[in-house]
């Protein structure tokens, strides 16, 4: 899959360089590099957004022809009242997918935690689904769906771990595991 990864902050490259190595063609765009947006976005089948919150409504307001009809990844949250998520500034048509949002990038990096594989947890409509699981899997996470328009309590679980990194010592490298 060609995957447009938008920010090369710690989340952006993270992620961008677990794909790579499960065999996706990645490339980066980034505001730092004159036109690198709009060319990583020509040829992206999916569209990993990992740039500050606040940033979000300009990019995709700017982009909004490239990227409908594409699988966008919301990895953002943006802080200052209002959703976490970016939902809304994305244009009827973009196929929205809320994932990567809810850990701290060195989860990435590492996902395995004593021997077992740490769960991500992720909204999307069932035609996103299955993109949306492939990515996952292959950043080496174990995708579990809450279903389609949960973008709110997803964002709930990244207050938990926020606040669990914070208030316990335990350090970033903190994620969780669903038993069903």
Same mark, same amino acid.
């Given at each position: 899959?060609?995957?447009? &990864?938008?920010?090369?902050?710690? !989340?952006?490259?993270?992620? =961008?360089?677990?794909?790579?190595?499960?065999?996706?063609? @990645?490339? %980066?765009?980034?505001? #730092?590099?004159? #036109?690198?947006? $709009?060319?990583?976005?020509?040829?992206?089948? $999916?569209?990993?957004?990992?740039?500050? =919150?606040?940033? !979000?409504?300009? *990019? $995709?307001?700017?982009?909004?022809?490239? /990227?409908?009809?594409?699988? !966008?990844?919301?990895?953002?949250?943006?802080?200052?009242?209002?959703?976490?998520?970016?939902?809304?500034?994305?244009?009827?048509?973009?196929? %929205?997918?809320?994932?990567?949002? $809810?850990?701290?990038?060195?989860?990435?990096?590492?996902?395995? *935690?004593? #021997?077992? @594989?740490a769960d991500l947890l992720f909204s999307c409509e069932e035609s996103e689904r299955k993109t949306a699981e492939t990515l996952i899997r292959d950043v080496g996470l174990n995708p579990v769906h809450l279903g389609a #328009?949960? %973008?709110? &309590?997803?964002?709930?679980?990244?207050?938990?771990? *926020?606040?669990?990194?914070?208030?316990?010592?335990?350090?970033?490298?903190?994620?969780?595991? @669903?038993? /069903?």
């Amino acid at each position: 899959m060609n995957i447009a &990864v938008i920010g090369t902050g710690n !989340v952006g490259r993270t992620l =961008g360089e677990a794909l790579s190595s499960a065999g996706h063609t @990645v490339t %980066y765009g980034s505001r #730092g590099q004159e #036109g690198s947006v $709009a060319a990583s976005l020509a040829t992206a089948d $999916a569209v990993i957004v990992a740039i500050p =919150g606040d940033a !979000v409504p300009s *990019f $995709a307001g700017e982009h909004a022809d490239a /990227l409908t009809g594409k699988v !966008v990844v919301d990895a953002t949250n943006t802080f200052g009242g209002g959703p976490l998520h970016s939902a809304a500034a994305f244009a009827p048509g973009t196929r %929205y997918v809320r994932a990567f949002n $809810a850990l701290g990038w060195e989860n990435f990096e590492n996902p395995v *935690f004593d #021997g077992g @594989v740490a769960d991500l947890l992720f909204s999307c409509e069932e035609s996103e689904r299955k993109t949306a699981e492939t990515l996952i899997r292959d950043v080496g996470l174990n995708p579990v769906h809450l279903g389609a #328009g949960q %973008y709110d &309590v997803l964002d709930g679980l990244f207050f938990l771990w *926020f606040a669990l990194v914070n208030s316990q010592g335990r350090g970033r490298h903190l994620a969780v595991k @669903v038993l /069903l």
